[in-house]
Structure formats: C-alpha cells, structure tokens
C-alpha cells in the first residue's frame, strides 16, 4: 500500500511548515519561549509549570519530530495523521481558550487570532 500523490502533497505542505517552524524555534530566547508557554498554557495548563527554556525547547524538538514523521515516506499515513491531529487539537484549543483571539461568538478571529485561526487546515489535514 502505497502513498498517494494527494496523501504526498498533504504531508509535504504540512510536514515542511511544521519542520521549519521547530527550527526556527532551535533560537528561541527565554523571554519568546516564556511568552510562548503562557499562550500554549492557555490550551494546556499544564505546560504553565515548565521552565520557558525546557518548554521552548520541546516545543522545538516536537515540531521537528513531527514535521520529519510527516515528510518520511516510511512512517504511515495514519500514523503521522495522528501526530498531526494531536498538534493541531493543541493549537485549535490554544486559540479558542486565549482571551482576545476570537470575537465574541467565540469562533470567528479576531485581527490578533487570525495567527492562530489559519492553522484550523492543519486539523484539515489531519482528518484528510
């Protein structure tokens, strides 16, 4: 059972954004990562009793991870589907639960949320 050119582009597209992402975050200073873990600490309160340097760090270490599972050919489909489903659930909840990103119906961004809102064609992907 092979991939498919679709299943191949989806991972492609996905699987590079999330891998550039986690690089980039390899030069995270601490007051970026602190500012990131109180954001992603909204979705997740837990990650709020991290230090932000750890924290940065396996945030970097997890997009990268992932972003190669969703670019190798020999991790399955489903596999790296589930990977992404579990970032993207992160993210999705990190949006819908920090005050100020979403208008008052709670779905709809707002001009800051709009950062966040985009990444919903990750789940997309996923569920793809």
Do not use: C, H
């Amino acid at each position: 059972m092979g991939i498919s050119i679709a299943n191949a582009a989806l991972r492609l597209v996905s699987g590079a954004y999330i891998l550039n992402s986690g690089i980039n975050k390899l030069r995270l200073d601490e007051e970026s990562a602190a500012g990131l873990q109180q954001m992603a600490s909204n979705g997740v309160p837990q990650l709020g009793n991290m230090e932000p340097a750890a924290f940065g760090k396996a945030v970097s270490a997890t997009e990268i991870s992932l972003g190669s599972a969703l670019l190798l050919p020999l991790v399955p489909s489903r596999l790296a589907g589930l990977g992404l489903a579990g970032f993207s659930g992160v993210m999705l909840s990190m949006y819908l639960r920090t005050p100020g990103l979403t208008e008052s119906d709670g779905i709809r961004p707002t001009a800051e949320g709009g950062t966040l809102a985009k990444d919903v064609w990750l789940a997309g992907i996923a569920v793809a």
